[in-house]
Every structure is written in structure tokens, then in C-alpha cells.
């Protein structure tokens, strides 16, 4: 039997998400509550298992604190993964809709203002700006101000829509 398995590797494998799932909820005192075994499809001598982020999504859109955590995580992780266009936006969205700590906030906006002045600004970002408008900029304006490429387009573009929220 053919196995597709879409997980990521490394620190982005499902095992390695639920042993940080199962190591945050010690750290924060708290029960686990989300299922992190991947969704699984077979049809004849394929195999397909999906990404366990999609459960961590739902997590984060049932208000599980460790959920967050890790999506927080995600949006700071650069490479490439499988899914990873649909899960980085569908991360930011429920990241967007949630009830963030200021930590969480803090993370969150040095990494986006980062990638707005490096001009690392994928078709998600337009999620991700969502995202930042959301919990706003903060103290980040002069990073901004001061880094940002005037010349590209599509980066001002972000900054005007971040701009107005002030």
C-alpha cells in the first residue's frame, strides 16, 4: 500500500506536535482536550494522511490555549510545508479570532513586522497584515518606518493597510 503522508518533518512532524501538545499542557497545568491523531483516507492502495496542524487549528478555534502556542510557532516557522500555504493562512485566520495573550500578541508582531522589512511578504501575508492590524503594531512602528522597502509595491501596500488602523 502506497502511504501519502502530508505531516511536515522535524519539529512540524504529528509526533513531534503532540509531544509538544502533551509537554505545553504540563508546562501550563492544563488537561489536553484535542485529538492530534491525523485524519486518515484510503481508497484502494493509497493511503493518505493529513496534517495534524488542521487539528491544531481547530483547537485554536476552541480556545485551547495550547493550540495557540503552537500556532504561534507555526507562524513563525519559515520553510516549506505540505499544505503549507492552506495551513499558514487558515493559522493566522484563527489565531485572528482568538482571545491572545499579550505574549502571544508580542511573538506574533515581531515576526510579521519582520517579514513586512525583509519584504517576505507570501500570499498569506495579506492573512498574516489581517492578523496584525487585529492586535496592531505596537511599539513596531518605528521598525516599520525606518525599514521597510519604500520602492516595492506590494510591500506599501501592507503598510498603508497597517497604517490606517492609527
Known amino acids: 500500500m502506497e502511504v501519502l503522508d502530508y505531516n511536515g518533518e522535524g519539529i512540524w512532524s504529528k509526533d513531534e506536535i503532540a ?3 502533551r509537554q505545553y499542557c504540563r508546562e501550563m497545568n492544563v488537561e489536553a482536550s484535542i485529538d492530534l491523531s491525523p485524519v486518515e483516507d484510503r481508497q484502494e492502495n493509497v493511503k493518505w494522511i493529513y496534517p495534524v ?3 491544531v487549528i481547530e483547537g485554536i478555534e476552541k480556545g485551547d490555549a495550547v493550540c495557540r502556542r503552537i500556532g504561534v510557532e507555526f507562524i513563525e516557522a519559515d520553510g516549506k510545508f505540505p499544505f503549507g500555504r492552506n495551513i ?3 493559522t493566522a485566520r484563527a489565531l485572528r479570532r482568538s482571545q491572545l495573550t499579550e505574549w ?5 508582531r ?3 513586522v519582520e517579514m513586512l522589512i525583509s519584504g517576505k511578504t507570501t500570499r498569506v501575508f ?3 497584515a489581517r492578523l496584525l492590524k ?3 503594531v505596537g511599539s513596531y512602528w ?3 518606518e525606518n525599514g521597510i522597502d519604500r520602492s516595492k509595491q506590494h510591500i506599501m501596500r501592507f503598510y498603508y493597510y497597517l497604517k490606517s488602523e492609527k
Open 19 to 21: 509531544r509538544r501538545y
Open 53 to 55: 496542524m488542521f487539528k
Open 88 to 90: 499558514k493562512y487558515r
Open 104 to 108: 502571544e500578541k508580542d511573538r506574533i
Open 110 to 112: 515581531r515576526r510579521l
Open 126 to 128: 495579506k492573512e498574516h
Open 134 to 136: 487585529k492586535i496592531g
Open 142 to 144: 518605528d521598525e516599520i
